[in-house]
């Protein structure tokens, strides 16, 4: 008796496969960067900020891929003249991330895509400053503001690096005191990141010896470099104020 022939038809549409859900349920990891939407209603979550991630380390697909998605955004040309030490590569990059004392963090919005990424650089076991590095955000959230809120998307991301920072210890089990962030001076744009810092308390703005060599258009240029900090204290007073006014405005 012949066996019958039936049309096999797949069960997922055929764009399914380019896409990351198969990497998913296949146990693969997968991440995206945050580009704009049709939908409305999801437009307006992909600018809004829900998490931060510390960057698994130990997982070498998980890092492969979140290495390769953040050195594609620091280097677009918007954003490479604003960072040194850009690493040349993935495997590079890797290794750097690996450091004892450096933690990479993947900044999440609604839509669960990478909206930016950070890294906090440990204090020395004899110092307390630690360092928020290689801070950037997707270039099509960039300058972005929240259309139901107050906040641009640098801002939410800002405020949720610094509060895993001071709510999560130092690899050897301190508590950070401060977070520093340098700025590279004379650079186009560069007073959106001296703006958002100063709206995320950041203070103690001073000019630092050293040059930051920074490649434009292939040719190397020297740029002056301003620190800024914050302390903890000072971050957690803001913390205590912005709770009181909360239940201010909830008994209005």
Same mark, same amino acid.
């Given at each position: 008796?012949?066996?019958?022939?039936?049309?096999?038809?797949?069960?997922?549409?055929?764009?399914?496969?380019?896409?990351?859900?198969?990497?998913?349920?296949?146990?693969?990891?997968?991440?995206?960067?945050?580009?704009?939407?049709?939908?409305?209603?999801?437009?307006?979550?992909?600018?809004?900020?829900?998490?931060?991630?510390?960057?698994?380390?130990?997982?070498?697909?998980?890092?492969?891929?979140?290495?390769?998605?953040?050195?594609?955004?620091?280097?677009?040309?918007?954003?490479?003249?604003?960072?040194?030490?850009?690493?040349?590569?993935?495997?590079?990059?890797?290794?750097?991330?690996?450091?004892?004392?450096?933690?990479?963090?993947?900044?999440?919005?609604?839509?669960?895509?990478?909206?930016?990424?950070?890294?906090?650089?440990?204090?020395?076991?004899?110092?307390?400053?630690?360092?928020?590095?290689?801070?950037?955000?997707?270039?099509?959230?960039?300058?972005?503001?929240?259309? +139901? =809120?107050?906040?641009?998307?640098?801002? &939410? *991301?800002?405020? /949720?690096?610094?509060?895993?920072? @001071?709510?999560? #210890?130092?690899?050897?089990?301190?508590?950070?005191?401060?977070?520093?962030?340098?700025?590279?001076?004379?650079?186009?744009?560069?007073?959106?990141?001296?703006?958002?810092?100063?709206?995320?308390?950041? +203070? =103690?703005?001073?000019?630092?010896?050293? &040059? *930051?060599?920074? /490649?434009?258009?292939?040719?190397? @240029?020297?740029? #002056?470099?301003?620190?800024?900090?914050?302390?903890?204290?000072?971050?957690?007073?803001?913390?205590?104020?912005?709770?009181?006014?909360?239940?201010?405005?909830?008994?209005?």
């Amino acid at each position: 008796m012949a066996t019958p022939e039936f049309p096999v038809q797949n069960r997922f549409p055929e764009e399914f496969f380019s896409t990351g859900e198969l990497k998913s349920m296949l146990g693969i990891p997968y991440f995206q960067l945050s580009e704009p939407v049709q939908d409305p209603v999801q437009e307006r979550q992909r600018a809004i900020i829900d998490r931060v991630d510390e960057i698994d380390t130990d997982n070498d697909e998980a890092l492969s891929e979140y290495a390769k998605l953040y050195l594609a955004v620091l280097n677009t040309e918007s954003n490479k003249h604003h960072f040194t030490g850009i690493p040349e590569n993935v495997e590079e990059f890797k290794t750097y991330l690996k450091i004892d004392g450096n933690h990479g963090l993947a900044v999440f919005n609604k839509l669960g895509q990478i909206a930016g990424f950070a890294i906090i650089g440990d204090a020395e076991r004899d110092q307390n400053d630690s360092w928020l590095n290689k801070f950037v955000i997707v270039n099509s959230l960039q300058n972005r503001k929240q259309e +139901d =809120g107050p906040k641009h998307v640098g801002k &939410q *991301a800002l405020d /949720k690096v610094v509060r895993w920072a @001071f709510t999560t #210890p130092m690899y050897d089990g301190r508590q950070r005191k401060s977070l520093h962030a340098a700025v590279i001076m004379e650079v186009p744009n560069h007073e959106r990141m001296i703006h958002l810092l100063e709206n995320s308390d950041f +203070d =103690g703005k001073m000019r630092l010896p050293e &040059q *930051a060599v920074i /490649k434009i258009k292939g040719k190397d @240029f020297d740029k #002056p470099v301003e620190r800024y900090y914050l302390r903890r204290k000072q971050w957690e007073m803001r913390q205590q104020l912005n709770m009181l006014q909360g239940t201010i405005t909830d008994t209005n």
